[in-house]
């Protein structure tokens, strides 16, 4: 075999290790810094022409541990981005995700609401700004990446209430 190629497919193969494991820490933070299983729920990020949603369920219906564990992490994280901090995903991710400092700037133009939804809740991220809602969108597609929800990463055509 070429040594040009088993050279590649060694550097190939430990990336998607480095990628498995990277995977693996963010589940491992993400149950820590939300205080649910990733196992037992599912999040989805939603991209809406003003801004888009997080959005979080239990699996199963009858876990009203995860759902109440969901809407409690929710709330604080509507009230802690509102207020510029971001730390959560920066624990969960082990770094600052893209589109935070224009959203921490712009903190004043950009709202996030909590609701409560079946099965869990949801943050609803809204603006009027060009550039947060830029901002927003690359902070979205990020957690789509990371988190390997499956997202869409366009805007989403659904009415958004």
Do not use: C, W
Not at 50 to 59: H, K, M, P, Q, Y
Not at 75 to 95: C, K, T, W, Y
């Amino acid at each position: 075999m070429n040594t040009t190629l088993l050279v590649g497919l060694l550097f190939g193969a430990l990336g998607l290790i480095a990628q498995d494991d990277h995977h693996t820490t963010v589940d491992k933070r993400g149950d820590h810094v939300m205080g649910f299983s990733h196992e037992k729920t599912i999040h989805h990020f939603r991209l809406y022409a003003d801004g888009g949603a997080i959005e979080v369920t239990a699996n199963d219906s009858k876990d009203t541990e995860s759902r109440d564990q969901i809407r409690m992490h929710l709330s604080h994280i509507a009230v802690m981005f509102a207020g510029g901090n971001f730390q959560a995903p920066m624990l969960i991710h082990d770094q600052v995700a893209p589109g935070v400092p224009t959203l921490q700037r712009l903190r004043a133009e950009v709202s996030y609401r909590f609701e409560g939804i079946p099965d869990g809740g949801l943050v609803r991220i809204a603006t009027k700004n060009k550039e947060a809602l830029s901002a927003i969108d690359e902070f979205l597609k990020f957690q789509i990446s990371d988190h390997r929800t499956g997202d869409i990463l366009d805007l989403t055509k659904e009415t958004v209430k």
